[in-house]
């Protein structure tokens, strides 16, 4: 036992504190808080106490088991009361810095309480009973007790979110291994904690609100002076808020700052609930004193700034996006656009495969032969081929469009045979660009068509919803999504910049006209701009112009700025009006490919089965056909004359005989399948109809007027009733309708002076399928009611509106002689009308005979 004294003095004279036979009985009651741990003493004598709550204890660690059950006792008992239970022989110190305050992120979870992270923490430091290891949270507590003092630990409480127990030792001073230039303090614990467990974490600024100490007294309001002498002690203070003047709230408060977070939370540990008497301010009943954290807020902080202004923010960061992307992947994209152009990772455009190539190609017989035939071809355009090469090595600004009907061999002509050895050249073909299903498809393909990579095409997709989310919330595009027409501008910008640093690559400083600048050496050395070729230009007219127009744009400023030579393939014949938008003060120069003549054309078929012949000893034929001495080639004249010169229909033919047909087997399954296909797609409406722009009506007419006149006058079309007068909604322009089937390729037009003059078949080919649709007698009859029908609804619409003409002449109060030449007028036409009516009618009744007698 040690005299009676008052804690006061004890606090003052740390020397008491010490002791060398002192019993230790550890129990921890879990709670919320960082690293906080209150201690009770057994002391010898009466001492002066405050009583804490406790929060929910945990399983206590007995250091003895004789002293398990006292401990469990008292904990469960606080868990219960919600205050610490301090005997007259007990007092209450806090001891600071025991734990890491980091701690306090892992109570966020529902899971973790005081006593399991103490429990881990003694685990983990495994504290031995003679004083533990030095890094052991007890056995810091355990540490900063004197040792002179007779004193006991009868319970232990952690506090992980406040950061450990506040002891203060001037003789003793203990330095934990998480704090290595701060020691362990402590101070009396002059009220009653409140050992809360929920998310409320320590903070620097502390609210002190004053309430009465029992229901129905009155609490004062302290003053700045009052607070300043009660708070001083735990360490230096900022600021003194009190409460404003004007303020309502209940009950008052006042706001307390400490520069230091571990003093805030020495103040709010010791002083809460602590009872101000009369002589202090407090009144005549006392007033309590209720802490409490609060949160700072860091005004005008960055973040805070960065948050609250998205209209500003927002753009930035997306102008800043862009510039990176453009910074880190701009060069990469230029750099594989270049090595696509000049075909640097080609084998075939390898040295070696040249040279191996040409040491073998004396052994190829076959495909000399089959280059035979095709040298046929381009002999037969051997000027034109010329007149494009010409073109390209000697003209400043070359914007060039070679049409032809499909499959008359515009492609090949112009890549094997005028670009044949040529470096720096680009295929960009419209047709897969075109088909591409969505906006992210479109972009791929012609990313792909030029080089262009890497390529985020997904990514325009999410970066829209993302702009979507943005403006639905805070009212403005963010403007991270990119439409259609600004990524095709950015593909063929770059595309643009890599054609010029090709172009320019073959400057050297020691040439005689080194001092041009970059644009004048392009524009003096037309042969080493690359060249582009755009194949299937206006393969759908209809669709996606978008895509037409901006490649009819980058290819005009192509040729204008001198970068490269611009070659256009097309079958439509309104190719003009799109390129006229994008050069209008230029005169594009054209070429035109037709069907093969006669003789070519049988040469051709001749030459492609002959590949696949053995060499005769004989040699070739008096006309150089080596297959026409092996095959029946009977009636092969009048079978090309049928299929006209196109390569493609002339190609089809020659497998169809090499398969063991004969010619005329070959043309007449050939000539079917056409007939079959034109049925499906202009007579049946296999088409989708809001892609259609004529009727199935106009198609027969056409059909069935081409099968009996190789040509057709084409204002007779347009004047006729299946042109002038069609009830479709999607035909109502005959004009339009005759382009949309020029654009099918079911007829062609022949011009006078840019006049349409003429409407024939689309090709030879077609002119056989049409007299085959014709002599069907069940299609025939199918497709001229259809036409009568149509016909008769004209005339029904014709006459009545002649009948309400007629009925409002006749509602005048009287006839007179100016309205009766009228009325005669009207009755004549009703007439008519009624007789063509009844002549339609009985055409019917013939055809509908037709189609019930016959399959």
Request: hydrophobic share 40%; with cysteine.
């Amino acid at each position: 036992m040690i005299p009676r004294r008052s804690l006061a003095t004890l606090a003052s004279h740390p020397t008491l504190l010490r002791s060398s036979n002192r019993q230790f009985l550890l129990g921890t009651i879990p709670g919320r808080r960082t690293g906080d741990i209150f201690l009770h003493r057994s002391l010898g004598c009466a001492w002066e106490s405050t009583a804490v709550p406790p929060t929910p204890p945990a399983t206590p660690f007995p250091s003895s088991p004789s002293s398990e059950p006292a401990s469990s006792t008292s904990a469960n008992k606080e868990q219960e009361t919600g205050h610490f239970d301090v005997k007259p022989n007990e007092s209450l110190f806090f001891f600071e810095n025991i734990f890491p305050k980091k701690l306090s992120s892992l109570l966020r979870y529902p899971t973790e309480t005081d006593g399991d992270m103490t429990a881990l923490l003694r685990r983990f430091y495994s504290s031995s009973s003679s004083g533990g290891s030095s890094l052991d949270p007890m056995a810091l507590v355990k540490r900063a007790i004197p040792d002179d003092i007779p004193l006991k630990v009868t319970e232990i409480l952690p506090r992980l979110k406040d950061g450990g127990a506040f002891v203060k030792l001037e003789q003793h001073p203990l330095k934990p291994w998480f704090s290595p230039f701060r020691g362990i303090k402590a101070r009396l614990v002059k009220g009653t904690p409140w050992l809360e467990d929920l998310y409320r974490f320590p903070s620097s600024l502390i609210k002190v609100e004053f309430v009465p100490p029992e229901p129905g007294a009155t609490a004062e309001e302290l003053s700045e002076e009052n607070l300043y002498s009660m708070f001083r002690r735990y360490g230096k203070i900022a600021d003194i808020l009190p409460q404003p003047f004007d303020s309502k709230v209940v009950p008052k408060y006042a706001h307390i700052g400490f520069p230091r977070l571990s003093d805030a939370i020495m103040a709010r540990n010791c002083m809460h609930g602590f009872i101000v008497g009369e002589s202090k301010g407090g009144g005549k009943t006392g007033t309590l004193l209720r802490l409490s954290y609060v949160k700072r807020v860091k005004a005008h902080s960055i973040w805070n700034w960065l948050t609250s202004h998205p209209r500003i923010v927002i753009p930035i960061l997306a102008a800043l996006l862009a510039g990176a992307s453009v910074i880190i992947f701009d060069p990469i994209r230029t750099f594989f656009i270049k090595l696509h152009v000049s075909h640097s990772f080609r084998f075939t455009e390898s040295r070696l495969y040249k040279w191996f190539k040409s040491q073998t190609d004396n052994f190829s017989f076959r495909r000399n032969q089959h280059m035979e035939g095709l040298n046929t071809v381009w002999n037969h355009r051997r000027d034109l081929i010329e007149q494009l090469r010409n073109w390209l090595d000697g003209s400043s600004d070359t914007f060039v469009v070679i049409t032809g009907p499909r499959g008359s061999g515009k492609i090949e002509m112009v890549m094997d045979q005028a670009l044949a050895g040529r470096k720096n050249v680009l295929l960009v073909d419209c047709k897969p660009i075109v088909d591409a299903s969505g906006e992210a498809g479109t972009i791929k393909r012609l990313a792909a068509a030029v080089g262009f990579r890497p390529v985020f095409s997904w990514a325009n997709s999410m970066s829209s919803m993302i702009d979507l989310a943005v403006q639905s919330t805070t009212g403005v595009k963010a403007g991270f999504s990119e439409t259609l027409d600004t990524q095709v501008n950015k593909i063929l910008h770059t595309t643009t910049g890599a054609l010029k640093e090709i172009g320019l690559s073959s400057r050297s400083k020691h040439d005689k006209d080194a001092q041009l600048s970059e644009d004048a050496y392009l524009e003096a050395h037309p042969e080493n701009r690359p060249v582009i070729v755009i194949d299937n230009y206006l393969h759908k007219n209809e669709e996606m112009t978008i895509v037409y127009d901006k490649i009819a744009d980058w290819a005009a400023s192509l040729v204008q700025n001198n970068v490269a030579h611009v070659i256009f393939l097309t079958s439509d014949s309104s190719y003009s009006k799109p390129l006229s938008r994008a050069m209008p003060d230029r005169v594009f120069r054209t070429l035109s490919l037709g069907d093969l003549e006669h003789n070519v054309a049988k040469r051709f078929v001749t030459s492609r089965l002959a590949e696949d012949q053995p060499e005769s000893a004989d040699g070739p034929d008096e006309n150089g056909d080596v297959a026409a001495k092996r095959m029946d080639l009977t009636g092969l004249d009048e079978c090309i004359e049928t299929l006209g010169g196109r390569l493609t229909d002339l190609e089809f033919l020659s497998r169809r005989i090499k398969a063991g047909q004969t010619p005329r087997q070959a043309v007449d399954e050939i000539v079917t399948e056409t007939a079959t296909d034109i049925v499906k797609i202009f007579l049946m409406g296999k088409t989708i109809e809001s892609e259609k722009k004529w009727s199935a009506e106009q198609a027969w007419y056409l059909i069935k007027s081409l099968a009996d006149s190789p040509s057709l006058r084409y204002h007779q079309v347009l004047l006729s009733p299946a042109f002038a007068s069609s009830t479709s909604s999607n035909a109502t322009d005959g004009e339009a309708a005759l382009e949309a089937l020029v654009g099918a390729e079911l007829i062609s037009l022949k011009t006078h002076q840019g006049r349409p003059k003429l409407i024939s078949a689309g090709k030879p080919l077609h002119q056989a399928a049409f007299a085959v649709l014709v002599r069907d007698r069940v299609l025939k009859a199918k497709m001229d009611m259809a036409i009568m029908k149509e016909m008769t609804k004209v005339e029904t619409k014709a006459i009545d509106a002649l009948e309400t003409e007629l009925s409002l002449l006749g509602q005048l109060p009287r006839q007179t002689m100016e309205t009766a030449g009228r009325v005669t007028y009207l009755l004549e036409k009703l007439d008519a009308s009624q007789r063509n009516i009844d002549a339609l009618e009985k055409q019917m009744v013939g055809l509908k005979k037709v189609l019930v007698e016959e399959y």
